[in-house]
């Protein structure tokens, strides 16, 4: 979060469940996604340090998935997303 100039401190907070995990902290926030300049869009957005360690983040299925078809190629490591 805080590279993004979001405080956890101030943000809202739930305990999920997701990854593997049960439990965690997660601190929500509206945010403005921007897809190359292509499309931007208010979201509100749940942050946690459970993947910290691994470098990774997903994007949920409210506010992201539930907008745009994706398609994921895992062999060739790239990903398309269609813009409605």
Known sequence: MQP???DARTAPM???TG???SNVPTHFCNVRMDLQGVVQFPVYAGFTSGLDQ???GLLGQAGFFDRFK???D???K???IEIP
């Open 54 to 56: 691994i470098g990774l």
């Open 4 to 6: 993004l100039g979001l």
């Open 14 to 16: 739930e305990q999920t």
């Open 19 to 21: 990854v593997g995990s």
């Open 74 to 76: 895992l062999p060739q």
């Open 78 to 80: 790239t990903y398309a």
């Open 70 to 72: 994706l398609t994921f």
